[in-house]
């Protein structure tokens, strides 16, 4: 598809940010993310095609102002969904139930 | 499919999941020839970035028969093996007037992406 | 939150395994990254036979070295010499390296890399601070399909004396991506 993804060439997006000594992971959630790719891709929901297709169809605008690892959460949620695994309201659900037990 | 599980992981990760696939297909091409690349807009899954449609190059290398991602996305499991190809773009062909001095691009290239161009 | 939220929901469904995913980061964190590559890097100035197997099929000769698996299933190996210097980018994703190089680094995945290294690889370098005279070709290499890429870059001068191990301290990843050269040692 001719989506934000495909950047080749674009101009204006800005100088190339570089950080010394980077983690792989700067913050915890996204290890847990990147882990979840491995249990995911092993229970065979969906293959690397289908996810970097879902990566794709992302709203252009968040595309660019979310980070990697928020690309693949939005693809789990995008593909589970569609494969009927989980649905957003129950994530809705789930989410709201943790705050409330005030577990962050 | 199998839950992934601590004992599982290190084989998972040391294995891979190559997208390689053993078929008989015959290549399109070979290392040498002229091809242009074709001018598609499929609003499905394609490898096939926008900088390099309809545009001519050259095969560096045939590094053989891989799952077709456009297929791939659409079928849920490794479609439509082909031949995927190295080819050379020169900056020029694809930037004009505005490429860099002697800068060129390669990009990995599926035979259904191509076709046969005058050399 | 949305992420434990996620995890918690596939945990109670038995999808997923949450001390699995422990050990898919710690594995990641502790034994994968760029040290691999250098250690690729280093065997090949050092071993003229081994140098020719990894650019004929690098990913059988990285896996003489123990490096293989996802995202480097199908490695190919580009040489830096004084003509011609290599860079590589995913413009449609970030396609890396995995068992050679670790996780890529924020930049390699950022829009500003992605859009202008294939159109302007000069000036991507010159922001790296690298800057090679017009009689160099630039190769920029897009790993779009599932072919990944290492580059092999230019051994610096004055390091005949050094040993592998010694060698494989010079080498960084970035100049395992090509938006680096290899420094020599300081004397």
């Known amino acids: 598809m001719n989506g934000i993804h495909d950047l080749g060439g674009m101009h204006g997006l800005g100088p190339i940010d570089q950080e010394a000594n980077e983690p792989y992971f700067h913050e915890e959630w996204e290890g847990r993310v990147f882990g979840m790719f491995f249990a995911n891709f092993a229970q065979g929901h969906f293959n690397v095609d289908q996810f970097r297709h879902a990566i794709e169809r992302m709203d252009p605008a968040e595309y660019l102002q979310s980070s990697y690892y928020e690309h693949w959460l939005h693809a789990f949620e995008t593909l589970l969904h569609e494969k009927g695994i989980i649905s957003p309201d129950e994530l809705d659900r789930k989410q709201a139930e943790l705050s409330q037990a005030g577990d962050s | ?119 | 939150m949305r992420v434990k939220a996620l995890e918690t929901l596939l945990s109670e469904k038995g999808l997923v395994d949450s001390s699995a995913i422990d050990t898919v980061i710690e594995l990641y964190e502790t034994k994968i990254g760029p040290r691999n590559g250098a250690a690729v890097v280093a065997r090949a100035w050092s071993d003229p036979d081994y140098k020719a197997r990894l650019l004929e099929n690098g990913t059988k000769a990285i896996a003489e070295l123990g490096f293989e698996g996802v995202q480097g299933e199908d490695m190919m190996v580009v040489e830096n010499t004084d003509s011609v210097h290599n860079v590589v980018v995913c413009t449609l994703c970030s396609c890396y390296p995995w068992p050679t190089l670790g996780l890529p680094p924020v930049w390699y995945k950022s829009a500003p890399y992605r859009s202008k290294v294939v159109r302007d690889p000069r000036g991507v370098l010159s922001e790296f601070g690298v800057e090679l005279p017009d009689s160099v070709e630039i190769r920029v290499w897009d790993s779009n399909a599932e072919l990944r890429y290492l580059v092999l870059p230019n051994r610096p001068a004055g390091t005949d004396d050094l040993s592998e191990a010694e060698l494989a301290e010079l080498v960084t990843r970035d100049s395992m991506i090509g938006t680096a050269l290899v420094a020599a040692p300081a004397s």
Not at chain 2, 4 to 31: N, Q, Y
């Open chain 2, 1 to 119: 499919m199998p839950l992934l599980t601590r004992d599982i992981v290190g084989g998972l990760v040391a294995g891979g999941a190559s997208c390689r696939m053993d078929a008989e297909v015959a290549p399109k091409f070979k290392a040498g020839d002229k091809v242009a690349t074709l001018n598609i807009n499929p609003a499905s899954h394609t490898r096939l970035p926008r900088y390099v449609r309809g545009k001519h190059g050259t095969i560096t290398h045939d590094h053989g028969v891989f799952a077709f991602p456009d297929s791939s996305a659409e079928s849920g499991t490794h479609s439509d093996p082909q031949h995927v190809y190295s080819v050379r773009f020169e900056g020029e062909e694809l930037w004009g007037k505005d490429a860099n001095a002697n800068a060129c691009l390669y990009i990995d290239m599926f035979d259904s992406y191509l076709e046969a161009a005058e050399s």
